[in-house]
C-alpha cells in the first residue's frame, strides 16, 4: 500500500504505536521498575524487621541468626550477603544511572519475567540450568500462611513440632519455669533425640544447675539424654554433679558404676598423660596412646589397663584386677579382654601364664573359660607364631574342630599326629597332597604312613 509522505507523519502521529526516538523511557529503566514491583510484593508476605534482635535456635540447638536470616536462609541457602547487597542495589531508585551490561549476568527483571536481552542476559530456563544451586529471591508462588513459620506465638507442642522438622524457631519466648518444663514434656512424648537435646541444651543454658538438676530428678528419659549429651562434649565437672543424684531403682547401680568408673578413669588419664609426657616410660614410647580413655566403656578400659597396666599391682587403680574385682567382671569377658591385649602386644610368656592353673598338689593344667577353640582364633589374628599356635590346637577338645582349625592354620604337626591317633589312612593321604613336595611335612607323612606298629582303619 502506498502512502505520501504526508500521510506516513498522520499515521505515526495519530497511532496508539510511537516511533523510536532517544528522549524515550530506557527499556532497562522499565524493566527495573518492574522487577521492583515483584520485589517489594513479597513484603505482604514476609516482614522481619522486628525481631532481628533475638537469638534462634535449630533442632541441634546452635543459634543460626536473625529471622531476617531464617527466611533468606529456608527461600533460598545459598544466597550470600554480597549478592543480597547487589539486589538491593539494583532496586535502589534514588540516583538512577544507567547500568552496565556484562556478559553472563542476570537482570531480576528478566530472571522474574524470563526474557532474554540479546548479547547480555540469559533467559529464565538457561539461568535456571547454569546455576542450579543459586536462588535470588524467594519462591512467589508459595502460600502467605506458610509465612506464620517464623512467628514467635508458637505453643510448646507447636514449637515441639517444629524442631522435628527440621525448622527454625526461637526458644527464647519460653521464659518461666512453668513453659520451659512444658517444653521439655513434650520433646520427651514426641520420643525424638535430637528435639530432647536441643531443648536440654536450652535448659542448661537458661536455668541454674540446682533447678535444672532437681527438675530431672523426675524426669529420667531426659536425664538419660543429658548425660549422653555432656559424655560427648566432654564436660566432666558437670558430669560427676550429675552423677550425685537419686536416680530410679533399676538404674541407680548401673549410674553408681558409671560414676565409679569415671572417676577411675580421670585418674588414670591424669597419670598416663604425664608418663607419656615424660617419655620415661617403654610402653608409652613405644606405643604411643592413640586416644584419651576418658568417657570410654568399661569393657575398653580394662583393655587400655591390660595393653598399658598388666603387671600392676592390684592395689593400684589401674590394675586390671583391680578393675575386675571392684566391676565384677565375669571371667570370660577378663580373660577374652586380656587375651586380646597382650596377643596384640605379642607378650606370648602373658598368654601362657593366663591359662595355665594349678591344682592344690602342685600340677599345673590348661584351662581356658571361653574355650581353646576362640583362643586360637585370636592368637592367629595377632600373628602368633605356628608353634604357640599348635600348642592352643592341640588344647582343643573336639577332634573334627581341632582338625579343622589345624588345616586352616597349617598347623601340619598337629593333622598328622592327629590322623595317625585317629588311624585314619585315607585322610592322611589325602592332607600329604597339601603339604609341599620334598618337605619335611611330606617326610613326616611318608614315614607315618609305613610305620608297621599302626593298624589302619582303612
Known amino acids: 500500500m502506498?502512502?505520501?509522505?504526508?500521510?506516513?507523519?498522520?499515521?505515526?502521529?495519530?497511532?496508539?504505536?510511537?516511533?523510536?526516538?532517544?528522549?524515550?523511557?530506557?527499556d532497562e529503566l522499565s524493566q527495573l521498575k518492574e522487577s521492583k514491583r515483584a520485589v517489594n510484593s513479597l513484603r505482604d508476605f514476609v516482614d522481619d524487621d522486628d525481631d532481628d534482635d533475638l537469638e534462634r535456635v535449630s533442632w541441634s540447638g546452635e543459634p543460626v541468626g536473625s529471622i531476617s536470616w531464617s527466611i533468606k536462609e529456608t527461600a533460598g541457602n545459598s544466597v550470600s550477603n554480597h549478592e543480597r547487597e547487589q539486589l538491593k542495589s539494583r532496586n535502589s531508585f534514588s540516583s538512577y544511572t544507567p547500568l552496565p551490561k556484562p556478559a553472563s549476568t542476570y537482570s531480576l527483571?528478566?530472571?522474574?519475567?524470563?526474557?532474554?536481552?540479546?548479547?547480555?542476559?540469559?533467559?529464565?530456563?538457561?539461568?535456571?540450568?547454569?546455576?542450579?544451586?543459586?536462588?535470588?529471591?524467594?519462591?512467589?508462588?508459595?502460600?502467605?500462611g506458610e509465612y506464620r513459620d517464623y512467628s514467635n506465638d508458637w505453643s510448646p507442642s507447636d514449637t515441639?513440632?517444629?524442631?522435628?522438622?527440621?525448622?527454625?524457631?526461637?526458644?527464647e519466648r519460653f521464659r518461666s519455669l512453668q513453659d520451659k518444663l512444658q517444653l521439655l514434656?513434650?520433646?520427651?512424648?514426641?520420643?525424638?533425640?535430637?528435639?530432647?537435646?536441643?531443648?536440654?541444651?536450652?535448659?542448661?543454658?537458661t536455668l541454674s544447675k540446682e533447678i535444672l538438676f532437681r527438675e530431672l530428678e523426675v524426669r529420667q528419659v531426659a536425664l538419660r539424654h543429658l548425660i549422653?549429651?555432656?559424655?560427648?562434649?566432654?564436660?566432666?565437672?558437670?558430669?560427676?554433679?550429675?552423677?550425685?543424684l537419686p536416680f530410679s531403682a533399676e538404674d541407680s547401680a548401673h549410674i553408681q558404676d558409671h560414676y565409679t568408673l569415671l572417676e577411675r578413669q580421670i585418674i588414670i588419664e591424669a597419670n598416663d598423660r604425664h608418663l607419656e609426657s615424660a617419655g620415661q616410660t617403654e610402653i608409652f614410647r613405644k606405643h604411643p596412646r592413640k586416644a584419651s580413655i576418658l568417657n570410654m566403656p568399661l569393657v575398653t578400659t580394662l583393655f587400655y589397663s591390660c595393653f598399658y597396666h598388666y603387671t600392676e599391682a592390684e592395689g593400684t587403680f589401674s590394675s586390671p584386677v583391680n578393675l575386675k574385682k571392684t566391676f565384677k567382671i565375669p571371667d570370660k569377658q577378663y580373660v577374652l579382654t586380656a587375651l586380646a591385649a597382650r596377643a596384640k602386644l605379642?607378650?606370648?610368656?602373658?598368654?601362657?601364664?593366663?591359662?595355665?592353673?594349678?591344682?592344690?598338689?602342685?600340677?599345673?593344667?590348661?584351662?581356658?573359660?571361653?574355650?581353646?577353640?576362640?583362643?586360637?582364633?585370636?592368637?592367629?589374628?595377632?600373628?602368633?607364631?605356628?608353634?604357640?599356635?599348635?600348642?592352643?590346637?592341640?588344647?582343643?577338645?573336639?577332634?573334627?574342630?581341632?582338625?579343622?582349625?589345624?588345616?586352616?592354620?597349617?598347623?601340619?604337626?598337629?593333622?598328622?599326629?592327629?590322623?595317625?591317633?585317629?588311624?585314619?589312612?585315607?585322610?592322611l593321604l589325602a592332607y600329604?597332597?597339601?603339604?609341599?613336595?620334598?618337605s619335611a611335612e611330606e617326610e613326616k607323612i611318608d614315614a607315618v604312613l609305613n610305620s608297621s606298629q599302626i593298624r589302619w582303619k582303612n
Open 185 to 205: 514434656e513434650e520433646a520427651v512424648s514426641m520420643h525424638d533425640g535430637n528435639v530432647i537435646t536441643a531443648v536440654l541444651i536450652f535448659l542448661k543454658r
Open 432 to 438: 600329604r597332597s597339601k603339604v609341599d613336595k620334598g
Open 346 to 427: 605379642r607378650a606370648w610368656h602373658d598368654v601362657d601364664a593366663l591359662f595355665t592353673t594349678k591344682n592344690w598338689l602342685g600340677y599345673t593344667k590348661k584351662r581356658a573359660p571361653i574355650g581353646f577353640h576362640r583362643v586360637v582364633e585370636i592368637l592367629h589374628k595377632n600373628s602368633a607364631p605356628v608353634q604357640i599356635l599348635q600348642e592352643y590346637v592341640n588344647l582343643v577338645e573336639d577332634v573334627d574342630t581341632k582338625l579343622n582349625l589345624a588345616t586352616k592354620f597349617k598347623c601340619h604337626d598337629v593333622v598328622i599326629d592327629t590322623c595317625r591317633d585317629l588311624k585314619d589312612r585315607q585322610q
Open 228 to 244: 549422653h549429651f555432656l559424655k560427648e562434649i566432654g564436660d566432666q565437672k558437670l558430669l560427676l554433679d550429675l552423677f550425685s
Open 160 to 171: 515441639v513440632r517444629r524442631l522435628r522438622k527440621g525448622k527454625v524457631c526461637s526458644l
Open 2 to 26: 502506498n502512502r505520501t509522505k504526508g500521510d506516513e507523519e498522520e499515521y505515526w502521529n495519530s497511532s496508539k504505536f510511537k516511533a523510536f526516538t532517544f528522549d524515550d523511557e530506557d
Open 109 to 144: 527483571s528478566s530472571f522474574f519475567r524470563g526474557r532474554t536481552r540479546p548479547g547480555s542476559f540469559q533467559s529464565l530456563s538457561d539461568a535456571l540450568s547454569d546455576a542450579p544451586a543459586k536462588s535470588y529471591a524467594p519462591e512467589l508462588g508459595r502460600p502467605k
